[in-house]
């Protein structure tokens, strides 16, 4: 048994043209394998090709050449198995308004084949956190809820990996909280998991590898820490007792005085130490009350890297 969840190779997939619109090459040639137990990021802007990557290992969408592989089964010679062995939950909250949660995941369930006496129902409201609301109508469920429904939905024919499609978008703070907490736990339980996300905040936070898609390639594929890595630049601010304006500065420096007086520095670790900025401050005859660095972020690597492919 491989030790991949997902594995895929040459996937291409083109739309083709209608009415006025001209044919779309969503993918081109993508390679990309996801390890067991992972958590796994699938970044991009939007068009990146990322929805129809999803919807082909989902079943919805057919690709029109190259293989693909879901927890050891090829999509071609096996396609109930490898669909059985992946959940989606989708981007667009689409439930039937007249069904419970309980009705509504038992439903799921029939589709997928699981006999009644192996369904967990009860235990899936109970991880989603809509036991009290279980034989409630979905029409009278928050938007929160109804998310967290879609979760439901994706669990209950208990597969190996499990793919949220844009799952905190519009959900508060709280549900947000709960609902990678449960992420968590299936992780802890040996599920592999595919994120895909604008917040980047939750791809740096959530993620232990991440693949960039950009106009239907993968232009790069690495760990979260190796991608951070990549930008060599750092920011210090610098809170002076007083106010004061910026120092002459270090070559490759760059500086800026911000609304509250602090003075922000953007330097490249591998050039400028961190010394010389503080003594270029140090020699202005400027006191230092507070000052703190700030690694890159995953956004800065994000823009970095689809940007350069924009303009090559």
């Avoid at 791809?203 to 991440?210: G, K, L, V």
């Avoid at 800026?256 to 591998?270: H, I, N, P, Q």
């Amino acid at each position: 048994m491989t030790e991949n969840a997902i594995e895929i190779t040459g996937l291409t997939k083109t739309y083709r043209a209608s009415g006025r619109s001209p044919a779309k090459e969503a993918l081109k040639g993508i390679d990309l394998s996801i390890p067991r137990g992972s958590i796994f990021g699938l970044l991009g802007p939007n068009g990146a090709g990322k929805s129809t990557l999803i919807n082909i290992l989902a079943g919805l969408v057919v690709k029109d050449a190259g293989q693909v592989t879901i927890w050891g089964f090829d999509q071609d010679v096996n396609p109930r198995q490898s669909r059985a062995a992946i959940g989606v939950m989708p981007q667009e909250p689409h439930l039937d308004p007249f069904f419970s949660p309980r009705g509504s995941l038992e439903v799921q369930a029939g589709l997928y084949g699981v006999p009644k006496s192996q369904r967990r129902t009860d235990k899936i409201l109970e991880l989603i956190g809509l036991t009290d609301k279980a034989d409630a109508y979905a029409r009278s469920l928050s938007g929160g809820m109804r998310r967290r429904l879609l979760l439901g939905k994706a669990l209950v024919h208990s597969p190996r990996i499990l793919v949220l499609d844009e799952p905190t978008a519009g959900v508060d703070i709280e549900l947000r909280n709960m609902l990678w907490q449960n992420v968590r736990r299936l992780n802890e339980e040996g599920m592999t998991i595919i994120l895909t996300t604008h917040y980047l905040e939750e791809a740096e936070a959530m993620c232990d590898e991440i693949a960039i898609i950009n106009h239907g390639q993968v232009i790069t594929r690495d760990t979260t820490a190796n991608l951070l890595a990549r930008l060599d630049r750092k920011t210090m601010v610098i809170h002076p007792e007083t106010a004061a304006a910026l120092p002459p500065l270090p070559n490759g420096v760059t500086g800026e005085r911000r609304d509250d007086g602090a003075l922000v520095f953007s330097y490249a670790t591998k050039v400028t130490p961190a010394e010389a900025i503080l003594a270029a401050v140090r020699a202005a005859g400027i006191s230092i009350r507070d000052v703190k660095t700030e690694e890159a972020h995953l956004e800065d690597v994000f823009l970095s890297l689809t940007s350069s492919r924009e303009t090559a």
